[in-house]
């Protein structure tokens, strides 16, 4: 299957011009179309959604004393955006693909914008949730449309470098989250967080308008699945949910596997039902594709060890060394430069080697990085520290780009929207499951070590209800002090909770770190995409 790429620079009357193959790209016209300015111009709009996946953090303990919110209330926030953001991705390049990514590109722009605006106007926890949600569905839009424009802009020869480019606005982004908002909260207000967006959105949509060109495959689809949209949908939704509701009801709870085992049925019904309707949501011989499938388990895999390693180190460095949210974003600044500096020159070696070398590489330096977050200690250095920071961001890079360029690059012209859909929620998915996993992996830990280091430090007894309390606070690193404790009381339980902590994290980085290994091997199935365009009529390999 032959796909050809019709690009629209008409206005209405106008001739269109000729077809192009899908595997070149198009010659631009002035300002329009022109590769580097997309790229400029996708990455700004890319920036929104990866910065709110960090940035809103540091503002939910401010948002919940002015509104008032209980815990619950403010976990929503969250989760409210991530289960938007993660079910709705795959339909949404789907919509890209159909309509034009340029279309949905804006729309999610000007969307993620407006519901940024109402965010910082609201003034209660269920409006502030609410369109938490509106962010998480014109995200959705917004990113698979972006890596669909890359494709359909760049020349095969330089794909590598404008995809290492963005993710390393992607990496800059979600690490300097936490450091802009601390800045944003402490000195201005929880609302200038959201705020931000609109003259970000703004600038965006300028861009947009005057630059990017639509690009429509001539096989792309003229029909949605709708029964495939909701199967899919309510899969994703129950995995999903399943994955952030398991550290509150535990993994061993009854309505932990009903969605799990509901996740999976209807995963099943969705892959039946993709066989039997003449345009799928997903064609599931798009996994003939050896190389695409390996780069979304990697995906994954890469996600499971960063985003869940991560997790807890935000908690080491706020409540073990005690810095305050700035610092602590701060001393991340190693992890962040070397994403800055390793992504485009990922690209390059992609470029040159193709990408098995440099993901298999990258891999490896994420599995030595996660072992040497193991050994960290409650006195470790903040130079120590910045070592390993720095080789997680070294390892990350090339796999950020190189899976995604995989992904994208494996996938027909038509299906790039679908493409980076996956892209997004195998990363959406694996960070779910690290943050769980690993969670849970901490949880027991704590729980085992706890009561035998809280009798040797010779600490009063607790009941079970109170061991059960001091247990949840020491997961994140929090001593469980009552107020009026004498002081040398307060330094016997505070030398215990991190103790038990660095435990616990040191057995989940070891986890990590052996998840990265396993991804090693998986990126030896990788191979750069330039047969994409010949369509999926075989594996390839």
């Given at each position: 299957?032959?796909?050809?790429?019709?690009?629209?620079?008409?206005?209405?009357?106008?001739?269109?011009?000729?077809?192009?193959?899908?595997?070149?790209?198009?010659?631009?016209?002035?300002?329009?179309?022109?590769?580097?300015?997309?790229?400029?111009?996708?990455?700004?709009?890319?920036?929104?959604?990866?910065?709110?996946?960090?940035?809103?953090?540091?503002?939910?303990?401010?948002?919940?004393?002015?509104?008032?919110?209980?815990?619950?209330?403010?976990?929503?926030?969250?989760?409210?955006?991530?289960?938007?953001?993660?079910?709705?991705?795959?339909?949404?390049?789907?919509?890209?693909?159909?309509?034009?990514?340029?279309?949905?590109?804006?729309?999610?722009?000007?969307?993620?914008?407006?519901?940024?605006?109402?965010?910082?106007?609201?003034?209660?926890?269920?409006?502030?949730?609410?369109?938490?949600?509106?962010?998480?569905?014109?995200?959705?839009?917004?990113?698979?449309?972006?890596?669909?424009?890359?494709?359909?802009?760049?020349?095969?020869?330089?794909?590598?470098?404008?995809?290492?480019?963005?993710?390393?606005?992607?990496?800059?982004?979600t690490a300097g989250g936490p450091i802009l908002g601390g800045v944003l909260v402490e000195?201005?207000?929880?609302?200038?967080?959201?705020?931000?967006?609109?003259?970000?959105?703004?600038?965006?949509?300028?861009?947009?308008?005057?630059?990017?060109?639509?690009?429509?495959?001539?096989?792309?689809?003229?029909?949605?699945?709708?029964?495939?949209?909701?199967?899919?949908?309510?899969?994703?939704?129950?995995?999903?949910?399943?994955?952030?509701?398991?550290?509150?009801?535990?993994?061993?709870?009854?309505?932990?596997?009903?969605?799990?085992?509901?996740?999976?049925?209807?995963?099943?019904?969705?892959?039946?039902?993709?066989?039997?309707?003449?345009?799928?949501?997903?064609?599931?011989?798009?996994?003939?594709?050896?190389?695409?499938?390996?780069?979304?388990?990697?995906?994954?895999?890469?996600?499971?060890?960063?985003m869940g390693g991560l997790f807890f180190v935000t908690f080491y460095l706020q409540n073990?060394?005690?810095?305050?949210?700035?610092?602590?974003?701060?001393?991340?600044?190693?992890?962040?430069?070397?994403?800055?500096?390793g992504s485009p020159l990922a690209g390059l070696a992609i470029t040159k080697l193709g990408?098995?070398?440099?993901?298999?590489?990258?891999?490896?330096?994420?599995?030595?990085?996660?072992?040497?977050?193991?050994?960290?200690?409650?006195?470790?250095?903040?130079?120590?520290?910045?070592?390993?920071?720095?080789?997680?961001?070294?390892?990350?890079?090339?796999?950020?780009?190189?899976?995604?360029?995989?992904?994208?690059?494996?996938?027909?012209?038509?299906?790039?929207?679908?493409?980076?859909?996956?892209?997004?929620?195998?990363?959406?998915?694996?960070?779910?499951?690290?943050?769980?996993?690993?969670?849970?992996?901490?949880?027991?830990?704590?729980?085992?070590?706890?009561?035998?280091?809280?009798?040797?430090?010779?600490?009063?007894?607790?009941?079970?209800?109170?061991?059960?309390?001091?247990?949840?606070?020491?997961?994140?690193?929090?001593?469980?002090?009552?107020?009026?404790?004498?002081?040398?009381?307060?330094?016997?339980?505070?030398?215990?909770?991190?103790?038990?902590?660095?435990?616990?994290?040191?057995?989940?980085?070891?986890?990590?770190?052996?998840?990265?290994?396993?991804?090693?091997?998986?990126?030896?199935?990788?191979?750069?995409?330039?047969?994409?365009?010949?369509?999926?009529?075989?594996?390839?390999?």
């Amino acid at each position: 299957m032959t796909s050809q790429t019709t690009i629209d620079t008409t206005g209405p009357g106008d001739k269109a011009p000729a077809a192009t193959p899908s595997g070149s790209a198009p010659e631009a016209a002035g300002l329009r179309g022109h590769p580097w300015l997309t790229l400029i111009t996708v990455a700004v709009g890319v920036m929104m959604v990866a910065l709110d996946g960090t940035i809103v953090a540091i503002a939910n303990p401010a948002i919940q004393k002015d509104l008032g919110a209980t815990f619950a209330q403010v976990q929503w926030i969250t989760n409210g955006y991530f289960l938007a953001l993660a079910v709705s991705l795959i339909t949404a390049g789907k919509l890209g693909d159909r309509f034009g990514h340029r279309q949905t590109f804006l729309i999610g722009v000007v969307g993620f914008a407006a519901a940024s605006g109402a965010i910082g106007l609201s003034d209660s926890i269920a409006l502030v949730v609410t369109f938490r949600v509106f962010q998480g569905l014109f995200g959705a839009l917004l990113m698979p449309a972006a890596l669909g424009l890359l494709r359909a802009t760049f020349p095969a020869e330089k794909l590598n470098m404008a995809i290492g480019i963005w993710g390393m606005v992607i990496g800059a982004s979600t690490a300097g989250g936490p450091i802009l908002g601390g800045v944003l909260v402490e000195h201005v207000s929880w609302q200038s967080v959201f705020f931000i967006n609109v003259p970000v959105g703004v600038v965006a949509l300028v861009l947009g308008s005057l630059i990017l060109l639509d690009h429509r495959a001539e096989n792309a689809p003229r029909s949605f699945d709708l029964l495939g949209i909701a199967l899919l949908s309510g899969a994703m939704f129950c995995l999903v949910w399943a994955l952030i509701k398991a550290p509150a009801w535990g993994w061993g709870d009854g309505k932990t596997w009903a969605f799990v085992v509901g996740s999976a049925v209807l995963f099943a019904a969705f892959g039946f039902w993709e066989t039997k309707v003449s345009e799928p949501l997903i064609p599931l011989a798009l996994f003939r594709s050896v190389p695409l499938s390996a780069g979304v388990v990697l995906m994954v895999l890469m996600a499971i060890a960063f985003m869940g390693g991560l997790f807890f180190v935000t908690f080491y460095l706020q409540n073990v060394h005690g810095m305050s949210p700035i610092d602590a974003g701060l001393h991340l600044l190693p992890l962040t430069g070397m994403m800055i500096v390793g992504s485009p020159l990922a690209g390059l070696a992609i470029t040159k080697l193709g990408p098995r070398i440099p993901l298999a590489g990258g891999m490896a330096a994420t599995a030595i990085a996660m072992y040497g977050m193991s050994t960290l200690e409650t006195d470790t250095s903040s130079g120590v520290m910045s070592v390993w920071f720095a080789l997680l961001g070294f390892g990350l890079a090339p796999v950020m780009v190189g899976a995604t360029e995989v992904i994208v690059g494996n996938a027909p012209m038509e299906l790039s929207g679908v493409a980076g859909g996956l892209q997004q929620a195998a990363m959406q998915i694996g960070g779910s499951l690290g943050t769980a996993v690993l969670g849970a992996v901490m949880a027991s830990k704590v729980d085992s070590d706890l009561p035998g280091n809280w009798t040797a430090a010779g600490l009063p007894p607790l009941t079970s209800a109170q061991l059960d309390q001091a247990s949840e606070a020491v997961q994140v690193g929090v001593a469980p002090v009552a107020p009026g404790t004498p002081a040398a009381i307060v330094a016997k339980i505070t030398d215990v909770a991190h103790d038990t902590f660095i435990s616990g994290m040191s057995l989940a980085s070891l986890v990590a770190a052996g998840v990265a290994v396993v991804a090693v091997f998986v990126a030896f199935l990788t191979k750069r995409g330039e047969n994409a365009e010949a369509g999926m009529g075989g594996a390839h390999i």
